[in-house]
């Protein structure tokens, strides 16, 4: 998972530094106690502010809390697009149904990207 990631964002010629990091974290159900394996990808951008970051759930098949930010002189050149089309192709590797946050930001993006809103989330399917 890292190396696909690191291959495909090298090809985005960022032009700031990057870094995939992926951390596996026991994911418990608040109600019952359930224990399950996740993983919590995050791609970091340059030495500020800039990422993208979401958990990847092998059990329900789905990218959830799906977070983005980018600097303001990152923005409008492609750069979140390119991110999010790289997350949701390594989702559809993964067999993920969907991809799916809680977010209020910037709606027209997100519609633009193919997310629907449904209740409180953000989500789109993958396959």
């Known amino acids: 998972m890292e190396n696909y990631l690191t291959e495909r964002i090298k090809n985005m010629n960022l032009p700031e530094n990057f870094k995939v990091e992926i951390t596996n974290y026991l994911q418990i159900h608040p109600h019952t106690d359930e224990k399950k394996d996740a993983k919590i990808v995050q791609i970091l951008i340059g030495q500020d ?55 209020n930001q910037n709606p027209d993006f997100w519609k633009h990207m193919g997310y629907n809103q449904r209740g409180n989330y953000w989500e789109k399917r993958l396959n």
């Open 49 to 103: 502010y800039s990422f993208l970051d979401f958990t990847y759930d092998p059990e329900t098949k789905a990218l959830d809390n799906v977070e983005i930010h980018l600097k303001q002189e990152l923005r409008g050149k492609g750069f979140g697009k390119g991110l999010l089309r790289i997350m949701e192709e390594l989702g559809k590797q993964l067999g993920c149904r969907y991809a799916r946050f809680q977010i």
